[in-house]
Every structure is written in C-alpha cells, then in structure tokens.
C-alpha cells in the first residue's frame, strides 16, 4: 500500500494460510467463514461464508395472551425456551414463536482449475461464484493456465446442488459473454454472470455481502 500511496481509516491485519484443506479462519455471532482449497499456479483459497442460524421471532399475538410474560422473557423465548407459568403450565415455545428464515451461504471460488474435490465443502450453498475463464472450444488451455470452463463450473454446481452459479473471470479472448451463460446452463439451469465487476443479488440478511459480489 505503501508503494500504491494508498491508505485505509482502519487497520489491516494479514493472516498468511498454507493448509490444502479446508479450516475455519473467521468466526463470530453471525458468520462463519471457511477456506475453499483451489488448485491454480500458486497457492489459493475461496472462501464460504455460512450464516449462523438466527433466533426465533416473538408471535407477538400469542405472546399477548399470557399476562405472566414481561419483556425480561423475550431473550430467553426468542433463544427457544419454553415458558412456565405459575401454575406450572408449560407454553411451548412453537406456540409463542416463529421460526426464522433459513440460514443463508455463499462460495467464492476464484482462480482455479476443474476440481471436483471442493464439491463436499460447498455442497447445498445458496449462491455460488465460480470462475470461467473459457469456454469448452479452448478447453485445451486449462491444464496450462489452470483455469476452468464456463461447463466446469456448471458441473460443480450441478453436483454440488448449490441454488444459484454466477460466473466471472472471463478470458479477454471472447467478446459475446452470453455465451459462457448458454455453455453453463447446459448443465446447471439457474446461472447468471457477473457483469463489469458487480453482479447484484437479493441476499438481504447477509450483511457481510453489503448486497452485492464484487470480483
């Protein structure tokens, strides 16, 4: 940064990685953060991002028809306990809560050659970036470049059962990006491309993406 002349309002802390398996590198109350093992010319990582689970949401409706439960309760409620009344009646908590949506999460897989192996790590994610740097007619130059086709990446959302693929990291060889679309849904129906950088997305809850995926 030094050399760019460039500065952060922050501190910037760099934590060197080496494993060849996937590890926990982040962890706090609302995410976890995974490394991705990739094979490309040097060492690298994508990374999963998995919400945590949320709490329960108070059924304000039902909470309204026990006057025994204060405000005091809600943390305890919302964490799924069930509440006692002083008759010793149990409420069950199903009956003053609601479940929270899902817990949503997402893979950055970026440079890397065809790997099948990452399939297990990323299995069932909710959004999947992966990259394509080539269409199936330069196949030829994958070993060599380790990179992947917009087909591979197809495939390693099929097999993983991931919702949604995006795609980036196109080869500046190609001027019709549409057709790296129409190669991965030739395997993996719902694939979108990341355009110019910046592929917006509806993951409201993930706070961490900011609403959207840079690359």
Known sequence: MKFSESWTKFQLHFHELSSDKSELIFEDDKVEVYTIPLTHRIYTNGYLFREKPRQRKLNMENVRMYDEIETCDYHNIKAGKDFVLASGEVVPNTDL????????????CSDTIYKPDIVPIIKNVDLLYHEATFLEDRKNLTDRTKHSTAKEA???????????????????????LEDFRIEAKTVFENTELAEAGRLKITFRRFLFFKSYVNY
């Open 154 to 176: 197809g495939i390693i959302a099929r097999d993983a059962n991931v919702k949604q693929l995006i795609l980036g990291h196109y080869s500046g060889r190609y001027t019709n």
């Open 97 to 108: 809560t609601i479940p929270p949506p899902p817990p949503k999460s997402y893979a950055f």
